[in-house]
């Protein structure tokens, strides 16, 4: 009897589960429903930048291993390949600090930001032994600060990291941009890259990335410093060039500016829309760069506790260079630069704290060598747009067959 009833009410309960719908799975459907609504929301939410991908980048790549195009994925993350961003920023600033932060956020980049430092508090018995006479406050500060930021690299033992000054801006393709640097960047430190002819260009459509091991880095290994954000960098006499032909994000040559007005840049020597790496010397604005953990050790070494006598991307530059007998160390850079400063509009007396204030009014901002500018379209970004403002739009038509 009792097997009977057991049976019977088994048979019950089978029918039940197959003719209704039970409360968990009701519950699981809705959940699936819900994450699919969510992602399908945030892939299509219209404060974040969409970044189409640059086809004729794409296709002058060359040949790149499965190994190759994994590490590579890491510079789709939020910290664009490295292990931390860090942006250096005075606490009053809040301008900067509220530009910096929606930048960030539009682009699904993740930026942790270290205070920056006021000079007057930067006592003398903290300097190091090598140091100009009676520094100014400001370069006391600027130092100090990137030294701490230098500082947090090593105590953290980061692998690498991103300095930023919180002024900085970028390209809403930045990404795309970045994965050409690195691929420039291995190719620039690979031991099978040709050595001894000063001035060796390698075009990266006819390079191959054969590895079969994936580096630590998405750019390489064995540098110290990558130089991604600056007024302008001359290429090291003898340093091998790899070229990168036919990047949408690079203005035509007439329109890069550096720090000097008067100055050729050296991009006049290549196919429009080219962009190249290299080993730099000349490097002026210390706006963005990269540090391993080994090289943030050295800078650390060198700038925080020998010497103070320049302002800091000049000893950055000297580091690099082997000058004053530090070196040389091993650093990449790239033209055009792929970070720099805005320039926002109005008062003009904001636009540095190291120096003494220029009054005037700007009646629009802008941001130089970058054409497709986060800060200059952050009104369509936010809007969700994405027809973006071109700074510097191509002045000669291509020719077409």
Not at 235 to 258: C, K, L, M, W
Not at 366 to 391: A, C
Request: glycine share 8%; with cysteine; net charge negative.
């Amino acid at each position: 009897m009792v097997q009977g009833f057991v049976s019977q009410s088994l048979m019950a309960s089978m029918s039940r589960l197959f003719t209704q719908p039970s409360r968990v799975a009701v519950i699981a459907f809705a959940s699936f429903i819900g994450f699919l609504l969510l992602l399908f929301g945030y892939r299509n939410s219209p404060t974040n930048v969409r970044s189409p991908s640059l086809a004729p980048s794409d296709s002058g790549r060359g040949t790149i291993s499965a190994a190759r195009q994994k590490s590579l994925g890491a510079i789709q993350n939020t910290t664009l390949g490295f292990e931390k961003i860090l942006a250096i920023n005075l606490p009053e600033r809040t301008d900067y600090r509220d530009g910096l932060a929606l930048a960030a956020a539009v682009s699904n980049i993740q930026v942790e930001f270290i205070n920056g430092v006021h000079g007057d508090t930067v006592l003398d018995k903290v300097l190091p032994p090598k140091h100009v006479e009676n520094p100014e406050a400001a370069l006391r500060g600027s130092w100090r600060a990137h030294v701490n930021a230098l500082r947090s690299v090593v105590e953290h033992n980061w692998t690498t990291a991103l300095i930023f000054e919180a002024d900085v801006d970028w390209d809403v393709r930045v990404r795309d941009v970045l994965t050409n640097v690195a691929l420039g960047s291995v190719a620039l430190l690979s031991p099978s890259s040709p050595q001894g002819v000063e001035d060796q260009q390698l075009h990266l459509s006819r390079l191959s990335f054969p590895v079969t091991e994936a580096p630590l880095s998405p750019y390489g290994d064995g540098w110290d410093v990558l130089w991604l954000g600056h007024c302008g960098m001359q290429i090291q006499r003898g340093s091998n060039i790899v070229v990168i032909e036919d990047e949408d994000t690079v203005p035509e040559a007439q329109f890069v500016r550096t720090w000097d007005a008067d100055e050729r840049s050296p991009l006049e020597e290549y196919p429009a829309h080219s962009r190249i790496v290299f080993q730099p010397e000349g490097c002026v604005c210390s706006i963005g760069y990269a540090v391993t953990q080994g090289g943030a050790r050295k800078l650390l070494n060198s700038l925080g506790l020998h010497r103070l006598n320049a302002p800091v991307d000049i000893m950055l530059r000297e580091w690099c260079e082997g000058q004053d007998g530090d070196g040389p160390h091993v650093c990449v850079g790239t033209l055009p630069t792929v970070f720099a400063s805005h320039r926002p509009a109005g008062s003009t007396a904001g636009d540095s704290d190291m120096g003494t204030p220029s009054e005037g009014f700007r009646d629009r901002g802008f941001t130089q060598n970058i054409r497709w500018s986060v800060r200059m379209n952050m009104d369509k970004i936010v809007r969700g747009d994405t027809d973006y403002e071109d700074q510097f739009s191509d002045t000669v038509e291509e020719l077409v067959d």
